[in-house]
């Protein structure tokens, strides 16, 4: 069993930048790659950006690269996603997953574990 608790949401103006974190407790055996996606309302929920545990390696969707970077910290058991240059278009909620599988995954199928997620709203 994973818990995740993601924290970090708000309300930035266009251009700005946030930090969310996500708070990972439980088997590190269920939690290999870690991701994070994102719902805006009236659409489905997609990916974002993942992180391989075990060597740092991430994956971006296309969408974000070169303004979203995620990282992990092994410390403080965190998993961060640092959002610059923000759109209203980023406006979503956004929510951490675990996975089982070594294999960076955008699909939510292969997400085991969810958090309740953490509102970020972007105004124009």
């Known amino acids: 069993q994973v818990q995740l608790t993601e924290s970090g949401g708000g309300l930035v103006q266009a251009g700005g930048s946030l930090k969310l974190s996500c708070q990972v407790s439980?088997?590190?055996?269920?939690?290999?790659?870690m991701g994070w996606f994102r719902q805006a309302p009236g659409k489905e929920r997609v990916f974002v950006a993942g992180?391989?545990?075990?060597?740092?390696?991430?994956y971006y969707a296309d969408s974000v690269k070169g303004r979203f970077t995620v990282s992990k910290d092994n410390g403080a058991n965190t998993i961060d996603l640092m959002m610059n240059s923000l759109r209203p278009t980023d406006t979503a909620v956004y929510f951490c997953?675990?996975?089982?599988?070594?294999?960076?995954?955008?699909?939510?199928?292969?997400?085991?574990?969810w958090g309740q997620g953490t509102q970020v709203t972007v105004s124009s």
């Open positions: 997953a675990a996975s089982v599988n070594r294999k960076i995954s955008p699909l939510r199928r292969d997400y085991s574990y």
């Open positions: 439980g088997s590190s055996f269920s939690s290999v790659v």
């Open positions: 992180i391989r545990r075990i060597d740092g390696g991430t």
